[in-house]
């Protein structure tokens, strides 16, 4: 699985035509400790660039934008209880959404992981 970047610090990975998405480690460590991840409802249809999402952390409340256009089917609820889950696994069990894709062009568009990282520096 290939995981692209926004300038927002999102990241996204596809699987088949569905795409996991979350905020990058650089974003959490950002943030410092989460204490609040506001979900949006499964069944929303989101366009590339919507916000989707809050974080709030003891520093600062900070949103979260689609990477692509779709239909968020699954939201981690785990965050819910456990908003510190982004802190300690970013880029893996602390992800936000699965979006079903409704353009995959859009990907081309994000940035790999070489990218990001030259961004960030």
Same mark, same amino acid.
């Given at each position: 699985?290939?995981?692209?970047?926004? #300038?927002?610090? #999102?990241?996204?990975?596809v699987d088949g035509d569905v795409a996991t998405v979350g905020i990058t480690v650089h974003a959490a460590e950002q943030? /410092?400790?989460v204490v609040f991840v506001e979900l949006p409802d499964t /069944?929303?249809?989101?366009?590339? %660039?919507? #916000?989707? &999402?809050?974080? #709030? =952390?003891?520093k600062a409340a900070s949103e979260v934008y689609a990477p692509i256009d779709g239909e968020i089917i699954a939201i981690n609820s785990v965050?819910?209880?456990?908003p510190a889950t982004v802190n300690e696994d970013a880029a893996g069990a %602390?992800?936000?959404v699965k979006i079903?894709?409704?353009? &995959? =062009?859009?990907l081309d568009g994000l940035m790999d992981e070489a990218a990001y990282n030259a961004h960030i520096a």
């Open positions: 699985m290939t995981t692209r970047y926004t #300038e927002d610090h #999102e990241w996204i990975t943030l /410092g400790d /069944g929303k249809t989101l366009a590339k %660039g919507d #916000e989707f &999402a809050v974080v #709030e =952390s003891v965050l819910d209880d456990a %602390g992800w936000f079903k894709m409704s353009d &995959a =062009s859009q």
